[in-house]
């Protein structure tokens, strides 16, 4: 693991450190037997004087990170439905996509690109974890199996040509070498294409607390400011901005080569991240300060229940942070449900606690239900209510403060 000296966007060495999540394991390193060696990694982050860009002090191998993934997109319903509203929504933006393809970056099981399959039109996907890329092959999702850059990209475009819209949902945060991989969407996207870019949008996350979302595969939390500082340098320009349901809420961002007619929503979130200075050091250490006064609260909400049956719900990347940062394990959680197939009977890392099926799980009779992938919180409802019938307490860690609710 790297430290790293300068800024991953601007290069400035002006970046101050705001918040130390202490050494954690990497989120979705599940453990196959408790008898496994852990290793703990440095979890921090720094803001740039210069561009104003929160992220990682360190970065991992994405070797280890990202060759082999537990997170299948179409796992989730939220996922799949949102998948069918963003494959319309693309449609509109663009004029002929016929005339060309549809290419996805990080496209994972293929979840994304299948809506526009089903309409006619030419897909590719790219993503660096093998056993994933064999699922979206198995479905006849064409996909290639590689870490992309500039390297990848011009091997793509020389093999199909210019990408009608280049997609990169949810992989720019997780991406090291920033430069390398803005300059080979640059180079894969035709001239009058889109660039769709879907990120973690960090005013969220400093507003609704979602320090959750910061583990080693998040090297960067971008504000529209920051991440204009970086796709400027490669004449992408923002067009328009929209919202996603994922991972709480993340940002939408369509792009073009060269300056268009920009829509009025872009500066109204300039202006709203003025306003509530989230581009400021001082935010992000009343942030820092926030999260320890939530570890407390969560804490003891915990404590007060012991004595009851507690299960959590949805052993998510993210919900692996909190846990660990808590220290939260199986003395208070013992089991987690998940409807993963792939990280039942596995362990979470660090904290060791048992992840199994949900029919398993509920069979326990549970008292309060932790729903850690709160995100998902009104999927995961719906599925206790109407599949479990279950009618007792459920406890959401956040956004903002932990509360309990009683399901009717």
């Not at 929504?89 to 002929?96: H, L, M, P, V």
């Not at 819209?165 to 640059?186: E, Q, T, Y």
């Amino acid at each position: 693991m790297k430290k790293i000296t300068s800024c991953r966007i601007c290069k400035s060495k002006k970046i101050t450190k705001f918040l130390d999540l202490r050494n954690q394991p990497y989120a979705n390193s599940l453990l196959k037997s408790l008898k496994e060696k852990e290793q703990f990694y440095p979890l921090s982050l720094s803001w740039c004087q210069n561009c104003t860009l929160v992220q990682l002090n360190h970065t991992a191998d994405p070797k280890e990170l990202f060759s082999n993934y537990v997170w299948v997109t179409s796992i989730s319903s939220v996922a799949r439905k949102y998948a069918e509203v963003f494959c319309k929504d693309i449609i509109t933006r663009i004029k002929n996509p016929r005339n060309g393809y549809i290419l996805e970056i990080a496209s994972n099981d293929g979840t994304f690109l299948l809506p526009f399959m089903r309409k006619g039109y030419k897909v590719l996907g790219v993503d660096s974890a093998k056993n994933i890329v064999d699922m979206a092959m198995a479905n006849g999702i064409p996909t290639k199996c590689e870490f992309f850059g500039v390297k990848s990209a011009k091997k793509i475009k020389k093999e199909y040509g210019s990408a009608k819209v280049v997609i990169a949902r949810n992989v720019l945060p997780h991406v090291a070498s920033l430069h390398d991989f803005v300059k080979g969407m640059s180079i894969c996207l035709d001239d009058k294409g889109l660039l769709v870019l879907e990120v973690h949008y960090a005013k969220k996350i400093y507003e609704e607390l979602h320090y959750d979302s910061i583990y080693h595969e998040h090297l960067c939390y971008f504000t529209i400011k920051s991440l204009e500082k970086l796709l400027n340098q490669y004449n992408f320009f923002i067009k328009d901005l929209n919202t996603s349901p994922i991972s709480g809420g993340s940002l939408v961002i369509y792009a073009t080569k060269g300056k268009a007619k920009e829509s009025s929503i872009v500066q109204a979130y300039r202006l709203a991240e003025e306003k509530i200075k989230v581009n400021t050091l001082k935010s992000w250490q009343d942030f820092a300060n926030r999260i320890t006064i939530h570890r407390e609260k969560l804490l003891k909400i915990l404590n007060e229940n012991k004595s009851k049956i507690i299960v959590g719900y949805g052993a998510s990347a993210r919900s692996s942070t909190m846990l660990n940062f808590c220290n939260i394990d199986t003395k208070l959680i013992p089991v987690i449900a998940d409807g993963n197939p792939l990280k039942q009977g596995l362990h979470t890392a660090g904290t060791h606690i048992l992840i199994d099926s949900p029919d398993n799980v509920m069979k326990k009779n549970p008292d309060l239900v932790v729903i850690l992938a709160w995100n998902f919180g009104k999927e995961i409802i719906k599925i206790l209510k109407e599949k479990y019938k279950y009618r007792g307490d459920c406890l959401i860690p956040l956004p903002n403060d932990p509360k309990v609710i009683t399901l009717q």
